[in-house]
């Protein structure tokens, strides 16, 4: 399957999920006025890759500088399909960076560390 | 006659502006830092998110605090821009005031409602209104749980977040204009602890 890429916005996260380097990365601002309609693209991409993807080691990076409300739902959505790859056989890792010793990102993955089924979250403290 | 009516919606969001303005730049040691009234649209929105973070980061302020501010601005402006009403001419009337005091800032916005959705607001607020922070967050984690975002993208999160912030120093009112619309308006306090 091919690569999911989206660069970074005025207020939207970059995202690269790379089914082949197994690496998936969101990183920077989220805070999209409608973050439904933002973050609906990769989670179709991820529906399919549910269904086509072969399980295998797998990395989640996520290093938010600022997220809102609406995209902490977003993300959470996009965590419970990871999960569901995990129950698919897929190893899957989580990284959640936080950077400047950033209080409300590190609690905001705490808290969809809470959520997110079976997944486990490393914490990368910069 | 549609015209003057909106005048009228305008005008009176404006006056309350004015008024929150007036009665904070005659407190001592205070400095208004941005007021802004008028239709709310996603370019007004980008552009007192930039001004706030920009001017912030520029007043030397830490970064904790100009990211409970940005939060709080974040949040409500897109509360305005998902809940408020518009008014009979497809405006949404509103107003956000900023402004610092000693220890922090305080927040104003206010946004049209709809007379009969009141009830409905005042509830939401009634739930959260005089709660400690531990329940708030739990109140915050079961809406995230279940929640769902509304075709407009919202989720009721964000008032909760705006609490949370604030250690829930809100408060808020509800003045009618006519018989068809309400002018809601929040107060909130940040401070720097």
């Not at chain 2, 969001?13 to 205070?30: H, V």
């Not at chain 2, 959705?117 to 531990?134: R, T």
Request: aromatic share 10%.
């Amino acid at each position: 399957m091919s690569k999911f890429f989206i660069v970074e916005g005025r207020n939207t996260p970059k995202i690269n999920f790379d089914p082949e380097s197994g690496t998936f990365e969101v990183s920077g601002k989220s805070y999209p006025e409608n973050a439904e309609r933002f973050f609906r693209g990769p989670l179709l991409w991820l529906n399919k890759y549910l269904d086509e993807g072969k399980p295998k080691d797998i990395e989640l990076v996520f290093k938010f500088e600022f997220i809102s409300s609406a995209s902490v739902i977003c993300v959470l959505q996009l965590l419970r399909q990871f999960d569901k790859l995990r129950e698919n056989g897929f190893g899957v890792k989580v990284q959640w960076h936080v950077q400047d010793d950033d209080e409300d990102i590190k609690v905001t993955g705490e808290d969809l560390e809470s959520l997110s089924g079976k997944l486990v979250f490393n914490y990368i403290i910069e | 006659m549609t015209e003057r009516y909106s005048e009228a919606v305008e005008e009176f969001c404006q006056a309350r502006c004015d008024s929150i303005k007036e009665d904070f730049t005659k407190l001592p040691d205070t400095e208004l830092i941005l007021a802004n009234c008028g239709d709310l649209s996603e370019e007004n929105v980008d552009s007192i998110l930039y001004f706030i973070e920009d001017k912030l980061e520029r007043d030397g302020e830490p970064k904790n605090l100009i990211k409970k501010v940005f939060t709080v601005v974040v949040e409500s402006l897109q509360n305005i821009r998902i809940h408020g009403t518009d008014d009979s001419d497809g405006m949404k009337a509103s107003f956000i005031v900023i402004g610092k005091e000693v220890g922090g800032y305080q927040i104003w916005v206010g946004n049209l409602a709809a007379n009969q959705s009141v009830g409905e607001i005042k509830s939401s607020l009634a739930k959260i209104k005089d709660l400690n922070a531990s329940a708030i967050r739990k109140i915050y984690l079961n809406s995230l749980t279940y929640g769902k975002l509304t075709d407009k993208g919202g989720a009721g999160l964000g008032l909760l977040t705006i609490a949370l912030k604030s250690d829930n120093k809100l408060e808020f009112g509800f003045e009618k204009i006519n018989e068809k619309l309400t002018l809601f308006n929040l107060n909130v306090k940040v401070s720097a602890n």
